[in-house]
Nanobody
Framework: QVHLVETGGGLVQAGGSLTLSCQASGRTGDIIVMGWFRQAPGKEREFVASISKTGFLKSYADSVADRSTISRDNAKDTLYLQLNIMKPEDTAVYYC??????????????????WGQGTQVTVSS
C-alpha cells in the first residue's frame, strides 16, 4: 500500500504562485511514476503533470506547460508542483497520484494505482 497526502493548497491571487507538496508513505520504493491531477467544480478530473522515477522525464498539460514545474525528491518521498502566473481557471482540488507499473510519465488516470485526498486551490481574480 501507498499513502499520499497533499499539502500547500490555499487562496492565492491571480498572477501569484503556489507550490503543492505530496508526501508518500508505505511502499514508496515501489513507486515509479507520479502525477498531479485536478478537478474543478462541475468538471471531470484532469491531468496536470507527471514525472518519471528519476525525474528526468516530465509531461505537462498544455494549460499549465509554460508556467508550472513538477519535481520529486525520492530521498524525502515527496512530489512537488509549482504553479506560476496563476489564473482563476486554476481553481480546483489538486490530487497527487502514484503508479507502480508504468515506466514513463502518463496523463491517463487509469495508469495510477494510488491517489491522495486532494488539496483545494482557489485563485481569486
Amino acid at each position: 500500500q501507498v499513502h499520499l497526502v497533499e499539502t500547500g493548497g490555499g487562496l492565492v491571487q491571480a498572477g501569484g504562485s503556489l507550490t503543492l507538496s505530496c508526501q508518500a508513505s508505505g511502499r514508496t520504493g515501489d513507486i515509479i511514476v507520479m502525477g498531479w491531477f485536478r478537478q474543478a467544480p462541475g468538471k471531470e478530473r484532469e491531468f496536470v503533470a507527471s514525472i518519471s522515477k528519476t525525474g528526468f522525464l516530465k509531461s505537462y498539460a498544455d494549460s499549465v506547460a509554460d508556467r508550472s514545474t513538477i519535481s520529486r525528491d525520492n530521498a524525502k518521498d515527496t512530489l512537488y508542483l509549482q504553479l506560476n502566473i496563476m489564473k482563476p481557471e486554476d481553481t480546483a482540488v489538486y490530487y497527487c497520484a502514484a503508479s507502480l507499473l508504468v515506466s514513463r510519465p502518463t496523463p491517463s488516470q487509469k495508469d495510477y494505482d494510488y491517489w491522495g485526498q486532494g488539496t483545494q486551490v482557489t485563485v481569486s481574480s
